[in-house]
């Protein structure tokens, strides 16, 4: 009997392969790219010192950013390779681990928050992943999650699926995510958009939120359970 496909594991294989790749990247991401309004929005929104995790971490420059704003981090990330790189990383309060965001390796209501930038995308079920980040933020913490937007080259992952190919990317429009994200009982609190250099200087903000998001790059929720 032929093997029924193990997205998981392609997940995994995926970025243990992309972390020399994704390492030159993320500096330039969080210090002024598409990622450097995640760590002011998340000060904005919790609470310094609070306990954390950064699902989904990669080489953990985003968690050393967070931790360097006062946070107590745990970066989580399905790849070995990826939490080996992140390893590298030192500071007080920081930690990493390998684990997978269907199976989260925390104990329920144990967390004050969770930051999940680009990586709700990469699991086979995000209803189910949502739930499970649900399951380990206390009453009243908050989820900030960055969603790829519909002008995100990354979403071309998950075209070959109109060949009847497996993919390993599972795209949504930023406006798919919150309805779900409220049907399941989550406060939408905030949001904001990230652009491409071509949108800088279209008035965006002069938009309604569906425009804005149709328009985007990542769209950042911020979720209150």
């Known amino acids: 009997m032929e093997k029924s496909f193990d997205w998981h594991k392609a997940v995994e294989e995926r970025w243990d392969?992309?972390?020399?790749?994704?390492?030159?990247?993320?500096r330039k991401m969080w210090e002024k790219g598409s990622r450097s309004?995640?760590?002011?929005?998340?000060e904005k929104h919790m609470e310094a010192k609070g306990k954390i995790a950064d699902i989904g971490c990669g080489d953990g420059?985003?968690?050393?950013?967070?931790?360097?704003?006062?946070?107590?981090?745990?970066?989580?990330?399905?790849?070995?390779?990826?939490?080996?790189?992140a390893n590298e990383v030192q500071g007080d309060g920081l930690s990493f681990t390998v684990g997978d965001l269907a199976e989260l390796p925390f104990e329920d209501n144990s967390l004050d928050g969770v930051v999940a930038i680009n990586s709700i995308e990469w699991t086979e079920d995000p209803k189910q992943a949502l739930q499970e980040i649900m399951r380990v933020i206390k009453p009243g913490g908050k989820l900030?999650?960055?969603?790829?937007?519909?002008?995100?080259?990354?979403?071309?992952?998950?075209y070959r699926r109109l060949y009847g190919e497996e993919v390993i990317c599972n795209t949504m429009m930023p406006w798919e995510f919150e309805n779900l994200s409220r049907e399941m009982g989550w406060q939408v609190v905030d949001g904001h958009g990230v652009?491409?250099?071509?949108?800088?200087d279209f008035p965006v903000e002069q938009l309604p939120t569906p425009l804005k998001q149709a328009l985007t790059f990542m769209w950042v929720f911020m979720l209150r359970k």
């Open 195 to 200: 652009y491409k250099e071509e949108a800088k």
């Open 37 to 42: 309004t995640i760590v002011p929005f998340v």
């Open 144 to 158: 900030c999650l960055g969603l790829l937007g519909p002008t995100a080259g990354p979403r071309q992952n998950s």
């Open 17 to 26: 392969s992309n972390v020399s790749f994704w390492n030159e990247k993320s």
């Open 61 to 85: 420059y985003g968690s050393c950013k967070l931790n360097e704003a006062g946070f107590r981090v745990v970066g989580v990330d399905i790849s070995p390779k990826m939490i080996n790189k």
